[in-house]
């Protein structure tokens, strides 16, 4: 259930009646050019959302529209208003090419912080669980021997093919994507892993397992693991390059122009019309 303050709803009440308005402008320019949609247009919209919104179950469009006090013939001119609406919108939108390549730039200079990139690294983890209540003494002693036998010349992949209990085990210990800090729940492993640089091994270090708690929530299980970390790959922060976003800020200006000119479209046309409106008391 929703609940909306007076003022809530009076401003919901301002946001419909002038969707309305707008509609009804729209449509009323729309008739006054002469232009209309052809009958077997609007047919075949009625057939389209008989099937995708009803699954051609004839009974149950007919129950949906009496609940709603509607006849067939008002929802075909609903469905006719609909397009006429969105057909005077897009006769409002700038094309995409209109968006100079100064512009881009100038945009992309102004909002730098919107294509900030973090730090991120990916790792590689050997993790050592408590199967049977293990003392952190023993998880230690066996992630001491597999870093030993690492620095005397096995490799990382194959260490973690084949010791602990990761749940990347199988992928020799890739977590597989680039992750930054706030992405890591884990403060231990937080910490120990933005220390490496691109390459390093960590010592053996203890993490409290977390777990999600019945509300939701999540804390600490009460469990440790002993966790060896190598840093696979490491990114440094910075800022998307300009052709990596162009696309994406064409976009952004092209948003920004058309809902300023329809906008300016629509005042125009309420500046010419006179629209009474009676909302009930």
Do not use: C
């Amino acid at each position: 259930m929703l609940n909306f303050t007076d003022d809530e709803k009076r401003a919901r009440a301002d946001e419909f009646v002038d969707g309305k308005i707008d509609r009804l402008l729209s449509i009323t320019a729309f008739r006054e050019k002469g232009m209309n949609i052809p009958s077997s247009y609007i047919e075949q919209e009625y057939n389209k959302r008989l099937i995708s919104e009803f699954n051609a179950d004839r009974k149950l469009f007919r129950d949906t529209l009496r609940s709603k006090g509607l006849s067939q013939l008002e929802y075909r001119k609903e469905i006719e208003e609909e397009i006429i609406f969105s057909h005077m919108l897009s006769t409002r939108r700038r094309l995409r090419e209109e968006i100079s390549p100064s512009k881009v730039e100038s945009y992309y200079s102004k909002n730098r912080n919107k294509f900030k990139t973090e730090e991120k690294i990916q790792l590689g983890e050997i993790a050592f669980s408590q199967i049977a209540g293990e003392p952190e003494t023993v998880l230690l002693q066996q992630a001491h021997k597999v870093l030993k036998d690492i620095k005397e010349g096995q490799s990382f992949k194959d260490a973690a093919l084949k010791n602990g209990q990761s749940p990347f085990r199988e992928k020799s210990g890739d977590w597989g994507v680039m992750v930054s800090e706030r992405e890591i729940r884990s403060d231990n492993i937080r910490k120990q892993a933005f220390a490496l640089q691109q390459g390093d091994i960590s010592k053996p270090f203890i993490v409290n397992i977390l777990e999600r708690k019945p509300d939701g929530s999540v804390g600490t299980s009460g469990k440790i693991a002993v966790y060896i970390l190598k840093a696979l790959n490491r990114t440094k922060a910075g800022f998307k390059p300009l052709d990596e976003v162009r696309t994406q800020i064409e976009r952004e200006l092209a948003s920004e122009i058309e809902a300023k000119s329809h906008r300016q479209w629509l005042n125009r046309l309420k500046r010419d019309a006179y629209v009474r409106v009676n909302l009930p008391k």
